[in-house]
């Protein structure tokens, strides 16, 4: 049997085109709420330190008007502890933080911070939320986090995205083995970043993945499209690499 992939989307840059001019226009939440109506499984929003996009706000009002699992994103910071065991939202994804990244630059370095990351998987976790870790597909980070608790890790597929030809051959290799790895492990298999309509398929294909969480492609396809058409587009190319079972 064949599991249907899901896709889960990232609504952050809406806020950041909100910000860039500050008021409410456009809302996170409505394009949230769109992106579910066109067949996101999930949304995910990252509560940034620096809040340079999502908003605390947006987090509380995601909560109350979600009819899907919510998926935080957030650093391993005192302050973001609290606000995830405050809202309680379906699923907790730590990532590392810089404040000076335009985004994400790779995985969390599990193995040699696991006692610091335990605390926060042990908490999270008995106040209900599943935890994944962003890791990049390096064995010893795997093996770290299955020993740590998480019941997820989400593999960074920024590297596969950005390389070409044999290069892109040996990184999908790598996420391949990593996510068998995973599975072997105990651990789900989510995966994100850097991922596009003409690079999603063979992501896809790898039968340990459950979950892939893509953002910034998408909202940067709405600006041309329309979020509605680029969201079903997204699940066609996902559901075409693996074809879900009429059962599943």
């Not at 960074?156 to 996510?179: I, N, V, W």
């Amino acid at each position: 049997m064949t599991a249907r992939v899901r896709l889960g989307v990232n609504i952050d840059h809406v806020a950041t085109i909100r910000n860039a001019r500050g008021g409410p226009h456009p809302d996170p939440v409505r394009a949230a709420q769109l992106a579910v109506a066109a067949g996101a499984d999930g949304i995910t929003a990252h509560l940034r330190e620096d809040r340079r996009h999502i908003s605390d706000d947006d987090i509380v009002r995601l909560v109350a008007a979600l009819t899907v699992p919510l998926n935080l994103e957030m650093a391993a910071t005192a302050e973001m502890l609290q606000i995830a065991l405050a809202h309680g939202p379906h699923a907790v994804c730590i990532v590392p933080e810089k404040r000076a990244e335009r985004t994400t630059e790779g995985g969390l370095d599990v193995l040699g911070n696991q006692a610091g990351l335990r605390a926060f998987v042990d908490r999270l976790t008995a106040r209900g939320s599943r935890v994944s870790l962003f890791v990049e597909p390096d064995p010893d980070q795997i093996e770290a986090s299955a020993a740590i608790g998480a019941a997820v890790v989400e593999l960074h597929t920024g590297r596969y995205c950005y390389l070409t030809g044999d290069d892109q051959t040996a990184e999908l290799a790598r996420l391949a083995k990593a996510a068998a790895l995973a599975t072997a492990r105990g651990l789900e298999v989510h995966a994100g970043h850097g991922l596009t309509f003409a690079n999603v398929g063979p992501v896809a294909a790898i039968p340990q993945v459950a979950e892939l969480n893509i953002g910034h492609f998408l909202m940067g396809e709405a600006v041309f499209v329309g979020l509605d058409f680029a969201i079903r587009e997204m699940r066609t190319a996902i559901d075409d690499a693996r074809p879900p079972s009429p059962a599943c």
